[in-house]
């Protein structure tokens, strides 16, 4: 007790801070380190990958248990009280003990395993063309594809369920460490024969009336609905979820709709579609391989990152030489 007084000089703080320990629970000690990283909740609840209402209700029940408030509201930012300062002193503290703690224990993936899942189904068709390379190189390392936690890549990351995510504009986290893969560009993909075919670009109001075809998952998980339609309170005429990149593919040749993918994604030569830019400044992506922040990464892994780099690379540049005008596929 006396070395934790002289530290903080305040006798009233002080015995806040020595029963933390009894009261608080790693998820308090997260939740203040990112408000006050952020100065507001919608802000923390984007780092902590979890929605502004669980995080105030959090905030209550860390205050109500402490007995003392943590934050005040200035200016429409949320700052921290006296107390609330020692508090994050303590919870980065503890935060970097604790990270340092799970790196120690994950510097070595299992010789046998290397698992992975992506946000996006449509990264899976990356894979067939670097397995072969890469399971040459590492012959008793198996690699599993987590399958049920596409939706969610980096709370599997974080909940130790994955080792690898890919996937694009991964928000900034502590605990994890991202490694950048390449850019894309979504495109609007139509039948040759589609009205809109004749536009620059498209924008939200002119999707009003189309059959938009998508992927298989919630609409806050699309980037066509996130970044396109929600924005602008566009709602489409009709929304069709089909499983399979071939399935949108060839629905939308056959007139039946349009779908959202970027152009690397679509065949090399293939008649009967055109792409149109989504919006006048279009829709771009950042892919990212993203993994725990631990000191290094396993050499099988590196080299998976390696190989998967390479190859988009590689079919990025191809793609360009390729391409024919604007519009045209």
Wanted: with cysteine; aromatic share 6%.
């Amino acid at each position: 007790m006396t070395k934790v007084k002289q530290f903080y000089h305040d006798d009233e703080i002080c015995s806040c801070i020595v029963h933390v320990w009894m009261t608080l629970e790693l998820r308090h000690f997260q939740l203040v380190a990112a408000v006050a990283d952020t100065g507001s909740l919608v802000a923390a609840s984007r780092r902590l990958h979890l929605t502004s209402s669980a995080l105030s209700h959090q905030l209550r029940d860390a205050e109500d248990r402490l007995g003392v408030r943590l934050f005040v509201r200035r200016h429409r930012r949320l700052l921290l009280t006296a107390t609330g300062e020692q508090l994050v002193a303590s919870a980065r503290r503890v935060l970097a003990e604790v990270a340092d703690a799970e790196a120690r224990c994950r510097t070595d993936l299992p010789h046998d395993l290397l698992r992975i899942s992506t946000g996006c189904y449509t990264v899976y068709g990356w894979l067939p063309s670097i397995l072969g390379r890469w399971q040459a190189a590492h012959p008793r390392v198996e690699l599993r594809i987590v399958l049920e936690a596409t939706r969610r890549p980096v709370p599997a990351l974080l909940d130790g369920d994955l080792d690898l995510a890919l996937t694009s504009d991964p928000a900034p986290h502590p605990r994890l460490r991202r490694v950048p893969l390449f850019a894309d560009e979504l495109h609007l993909v139509v039948a040759a024969s589609h009205p809109l075919v004749t536009r620059d670009y498209v924008t939200a109001a002119d999707l009003a009336d189309q059959h938009v075809l998508t992927y298989d998952a919630p609409r806050d998980q699309l980037d066509i609905f996130t970044r396109v339609l929600f924005p602008a309170g566009v709602e489409p005429r009709q929304v069709s979820r089909v499983p399979l990149t071939e399935a949108l593919i060839e629905l939308v040749r056959g007139g039946f709709g349009v779908t959202a993918l970027p152009r690397w994604m679509l065949p090399r030569r293939q008649s009967g579609l055109r792409t149109l830019r989504l919006s006048r400044a279009g829709v771009h992506r950042r892919w990212s391989a993203v993994r725990l922040a631990t000191r290094t990464a396993p050499a099988p892994m590196a080299g998976f990152i390696a190989l998967l780099r390479e190859h988009v690379m590689s079919r990025l540049a191809t793609d360009r030489r390729a391409r024919q005008p604007v519009g045209n596929l």
